[in-house]
């Protein structure tokens, strides 16, 4: 079955780096577009960033953009995330996806699979 699974996060100072890593199994990784959520409590899971099956595009939440990079390793099945200077608005659980059809999708709906979360605290 296909599993998506999760590591890194944790607490940090407004203005300090983390990463977050991804490692997929169980389907084709090199045919998806995979991209990183966000979801605050109370609020709706939003998009942070995806990345095409090949590496080659990327797109960006504009809250985000200029402090995140998501990049890809198709020979280890492995999505990142670093996120650098990081704010308090950053808090919230971040999933991994993993969208076969939709390309560059800002979506939710539109990716099949998800990683399990994990948790950015970022303190003022």
């Known amino acids: 079955q296909v599993q998506l699974v999760q590591s890194g996060g944790g607490l940090v100072q407004a203005g300090g780096s983390l990463s977050l890593s991804c490692t997929a199994s169980?389907?084709?990784?090199?045919?998806?577009?995979m991209g990183w959520f966000r979801q605050a409590p109370g609020k709706q899971r939003e998009f942070v960033a995806a990345?095409?099956?090949?590496?080659?595009?990327?797109v960006y939440a504009d809250s985000v953009k200029g402090r995140f990079t998501i990049s890809r390793d198709n020979t280890k099945n492995t999505v990142s995330l670093q996120m650098n200077n990081l704010k308090p608005e950053d808090t919230a659980v971040y999933y991994c996806?993993?969208?076969?059809?939709?390309?560059?999708?800002?979506?939710?709906?539109?990716?099949?699979?998800w990683g399990q979360g994990a948790q950015i605290t970022v303190s003022s």
């Open positions: 169980g389907l084709t990784f090199s045919t998806y577009t």
């Open positions: 996806g993993a969208d076969r059809w939709s390309g560059l999708s800002r979506l939710s709906s539109d990716y099949d699979y």
């Open positions: 990345i095409t099956p090949s590496g080659s595009s990327t």
